[in-house]
Nanobody, 125 residues
Framework: VQLQASGGGLVQAGDSLRLSCAAS????????MGWFRQAPGKERKFVAS?????????YYADSVKGRFTISRDNAKNTVYLQMNSLKPEDTAVYYC??????????????????WGQGTLVTVSS
């Protein structure tokens, strides 16, 4: 599975952005998908994840709960991260990831095998 993340940019605090992650290769609908982020000088952290099947479970980091929404369109082989009420502390490179094909969303980076190249989100105050 090849993953291509896009949609990052420079926004002001309070603005919204939607990240997209387009997948190609093996059957996208088999994979749970996750978003992680890495701020400068910090380790990569979990943001959100979603099960492989439509209507399945999704999980969020406490820091983004209520502001971010993960969704997927299996017909378009794409997973999205809608980010609202952005804060300066949301500034990071955002990575999408696909799991090993188990389909159940998790919060651990080690459960994800395929990674996109990252897209930079910068939130100014």
């Amino acid at each position: 599975v090849q993953l291509q993340a896009s949609g990052g940019g420079l926004v002001q605090a309070g603005d919204s952005l939607r990240l997209s992650c387009a997948a190609s290769g093996r059957a996208f609908s088999n994979y749970a998908m996750g978003w992680f982020r890495q701020a400068p000088g910090k380790e990569r952290k979990f943001v959100a994840s979603i099960s492989s099947w439509t209507g399945g479970a999704s999980y969020y980091a406490d820091s983004v709960k209520g502001r971010f929404t993960i969704s997927r369109d299996n017909a378009k082989n794409t997973v999205y991260l809608q980010m609202n009420s952005l804060k300066p502390e949301d500034t990071a490179v955002y990575y999408c990831a696909a799991d090993y094909g188990k389909g159940n969303p998790t919060i651990s980076a080690g459960d994800y095998f395929y990674w996109g190249q990252g897209t930079l989100v910068t939130v100014s105050s």
